[in-house]
């Protein structure tokens, strides 16, 4: 594969933009490839090389790069209507009713303009209404790049996880390890009365996947209720991924106070939102005096493009179609597995997939996880499936990221750039995609 044109670019980037990307997670080794195009579910890249796409913009593209037909003209009516205005929108309120009406916990929404704008508002919207200060997040988790969640540590010696941050912004965060359900226990009994909030993805989706043991969340909502605290969902990823439109609240029975959403909501467009029962989204202003604002929330041509996104998945078989070959690709990972290196994990739920890199999994799986970890307690790899962002992080981290990568990539299959972040199947990938990324991977590994 020539990579001469995306190089020079790199090399450009690097002069005028912060290591050459404007997200750190697209500096991959030794350079990225540039984008010229998307086609289905492949992109393509400025050297003319092929790629199937599974990185779908890190979660947003339901679809892959072809837009169906509604969306498409959706977006450009409202684009050529004028881009925005600074005063509400019919459109608006559509997606809001939409999004009201199949998230069981949402009766209202606020549109902001990211994941991160979305769990920022949520943060200080739980603050506000609780007049409490704490924040509970689970180690490993991701939620944008925000002063109140990039906090590193535990509950007893929490620390920013960047430079910048003041060490007393960290102070009112609790860092606790995903799916225990005693140290959750012991944060409450030691801070409950301070304890605005617990912000959870339902899947860890940014520290391999890992999904919760079972009556975890269910221990989340009942704390939450003993002691007065919010339970938010950060939905950013599996919004109106897992578990269809009802997203992983209705797939795993339980009811956040307050939800926060992004990519898929917006269509592809940058987006964020938050949800939730109306007297607690009533406090955000101009209802309430919790500020929110924003130039660009409820944009109409996101608006539009996220409305129609949902409308097309709600009148087609878009959920079962890209769960059902998700499914296949992670059954056809843990085959591979099993023969070339049986003590990785492949893990992953509805169109999520990732293989974790794990180094003491064991050599078989139950029936159950035959398609991806579902924490099974009677798989003969419970016990050393990751349950934890730690365990995820322990893995063979560096491999992944300086060799697996780039294998993949020289055999046309583009992945997440590190073990960490989830990969996505599309309504654009093909039963020959899914084969032709099962050859690649046999190989690779
Ligand atoms: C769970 C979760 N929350 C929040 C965010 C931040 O979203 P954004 O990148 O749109 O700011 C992300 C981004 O990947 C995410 O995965």
New binding site residues.
């Given amino acids: 594969m020539n990579h001469e044109r995306s190089r020079d670019l790199y090399d450009r980037a690097l002069s005028v933009m912060p290591g050459g990307v404007n997200s750190s997670v697209r500096a991959t080794q030794p350079y990225p490839f540039f984008v010229d195009s998307g086609d289905g579910a492949h992109v393509i890249d400025a050297d003319g090389n092929r790629y199937v796409d599974y990185v779908m913009g890190?979660?947003p593209l339901l679809y892959g790069h072809d837009l169906p037909e509604p969306v498409q003209s959706a977006i450009q009516s409202h684009a050529s209507a004028g881009p925005m205005y600074g005063a509400p929108t019919e459109v608006e309120v559509e997606l809001a009713e939409f999004v009201a009406r199949h998230v069981p916990s949402v009766e209202m929404v606020r549109f902001v303009n990211?994941?991160?704008?979305?769990?920022v508002s949520a943060v200080r919207l739980a603050r506000g209404y609780t007049e409490r200060n704490k924040i509970v997040v689970m180690q490993g988790g991701?939620?944008?790049?925000q002063e109140s969640t990039l906090v590193a540590g535990d509950a007893d010696n929490p620390s920013p996880s960047t430079a910048g941050i003041p060490h007393s912004f960290a102070e009112h965060t609790l860092p606790v390890p995903f799916n225990d359900s005693e140290a959750i226990r012991t944060v409450f009994e030691d801070h409950g009365d301070d304890i605005a909030a617990v912000l959870v993805?339902p899947i860890l989706?940014?520290k391999g996947i890992v999904t919760p043991v079972d009556g975890y969340h269910e221990t989340l909502r009942e704390l939450c209720n003993d002691y007065g605290s919010l339970l938010v969902f950060?939905e950013?990823?599996t919004g109106f991924r897992v578990g269809g439109l009802q997203c992983a609240q209705g797939k795993f029975g339980v009811t956040p106070d307050l939800t926060?959403f992004?990519?898929i909501v917006g269509g592809g467009f940058p987006v964020?939102a938050i949800g939730g029962k109306s007297n607690i989204i009533e406090h955000f202003t101009p209802s309430g005096d919790v500020f929110q604002s924003g130039t660009f929330s409820g944009h109409p041509v996101t608006m539009a493009a996220g409305l129609a996104t949902l409308e097309y998945a709600a009148e087609h078989d878009v959920y079962d179609h890209i769960n059902s070959l998700a499914e296949q690709l992670r059954s056809g990972l843990t085959d591979i597995l099993a023969d070339r290196a049986p003590e990785y994990t492949v893990v992953g739920t509805d169109s999520m997939f990732k293989t974790i890199f794990t180094r003491d999994g064991a050599t078989e799986r139950g029936e159950q996880c035959g398609a991806g970890c579902r924490q099974d307690p009677n798989c003969p790899n419970f016990e050393s499936c990751p349950k934890t962002g730690a365990d995820v992080a322990n893995a063979e981290t560096d491999r992944w990221e300086r060799l697996f990568w780039q294998e993949m990539k020289d055999r046309g299959v583009f992945l997440t750039a590190n073990q960490f972040e989830s990969q996505f199947v599309s309504y654009a990938h093909t039963e020959e995609d899914i084969e032709k990324t099962l050859e690649a991977y046999a190989e690779a590994l």
């Fill in positions: 890190y979660g990211s994941g991160t704008e979305a769990t991701y939620h944008g790049a993805e989706g940014n950060d950013v990823i926060t992004g990519k964020g």
